[in-house]
C-alpha cells in the first residue's frame, strides 16, 4: 500500500460522539486526501491537503475536519458522529510530478450506531 | 458539475475473452484519466493512466482515450478469474489537483 497505514481499520462508536482517524505515510509525499466510500456512490472527496497545515475542502466536507501537523501525518476528526457518516475511509497520498497519481491506504471502516 | 459516469455492471466475462469497460464524461476541461482496480474489501489500486487521445498499452491492459467524444476505455485481454474486480475510472480536471472517480465497473470472469 505505498507506505500508508490507516489507524484505527474498524471502529463502531455512537452518535454525537467525537471520532478520529489517522493517516501515516513513510513516502514523503506533499499531498494527502482523504475519501470515503459508500455502495451507489464511489469514492468521494472529503478533505486533501497539500502541506504541512494545508488543507482544502473536497466534494462532501460537512460534519469533517482535518489536520496535518507533521508532513506523515493527516487526521480526520468526525466533529459529532452521525449514522450517515457510517462508511469506509481511505486515505490517499500523491506527489506532484506529470503524473498525480494517488496511492490508497488500506482502509478504516467505521460504523455509527 | 463534473461527472463521470460508468455502468454499474456486474459485466460479465468467460475466461480468456476480452472485457471492455466504458467511462464517459461531462467536462471537456479534462487533463488525466486513470484507472483503478478494487477487489473487494481491499483498497484501490492504480492500474493504468493515459493523458493523450489514442490507445495506452500495459502487458494486458489497454486503455483508449478520446477527448472528442468525452470516453476512456480500459480493455482487458485473456481475461482471468483474477480481474474479477471493481474498476474505477478518474479523472483529473485542468482546473484543479483532484481527482473525480466513477462509481466502478463490477468485472466477473468467469471460468
Known amino acids: 500500500d505505498a507506505g500508508i497505514t490507516q489507524s484505527p481499520r474498524h471502529k463502531v462508536t455512537e452518535t454525537g460522539t467525537p471520532v478520529t482517524l489517522r493517516c501515516h505515510q513513510t513516502e514523503n509525499h506533499r499531498y494527502m486526501y482523504w475519501y470515503r466510500q459508500d455502495p451507489g456512490h464511489g469514492l468521494r472527496l472529503i478533505h486533501y491537503?497539500?502541506?504541512?497545515?494545508?488543507?482544502d475542502k473536497g466534494e462532501v466536507s460537512d460534519g469533517y475536519s482535518v489536520s496535518r501537523s507533521k508532513t506523515e501525518d493527516f487526521l480526520l476528526t468526525l466533529e459529532s458522529a452521525t449514522s450517515s457518516q457510517t462508511s469506509v475511509y481511505f486515505c490517499?497520498?500523491?506527489?506532484?510530478?506529470?503524473?498525480?497519481?494517488?496511492?490508497f491506504g488500506p482502509g478504516t471502516r467505521l460504523t455509527v450506531t | 458539475q463534473k461527472e463521470v459516469e460508468q455502468n454499474s455492471g456486474p459485466l460479465s466475462v468467460p475466461e480468456g475473452a476480452i472485457a471492455s469497460l466504458n467511462c464517459t464524461y461531462s467536462?471537456?476541461?479534462?487533463?488525466?484519466f486513470f484507472w483503478y482496480r478494487q477487489y473487494s474489501g481491499k483498497s484501490p489500486e492504480l492500474i493504468m493512466f493515459?493523458?493523450?487521445?489514442g490507445d495506452k498499452e500495459d502487458g494486458r491492459f489497454t486503455a483508449q482515450l478520446n477527448k472528442a467524444s468525452q470516453y476512456v476505455s480500459l480493455l482487458i485481454r485473456d481475461s482471468q478469474p483474477s480481474d474479477s474486480a471493481t474498476y474505477l475510472c478518474a479523472i483529473l480536471y485542468n482546473a484543479g489537483n483532484m481527482l473525480t472517480f466513477g462509481g466502478g465497473t463490477r468485472l466477473m470472469v468467469k471460468p
Open positions: 491537503s497539500y502541506g504541512v497545515k494545508d488543507t
Open positions: 493515459i493523458y493523450s487521445n
Open positions: 467536462d471537456r476541461g479534462s487533463q488525466s
Open positions: 490517499a497520498i500523491s506527489e506532484l510530478d506529470r503524473s498525480y497519481e494517488q496511492y
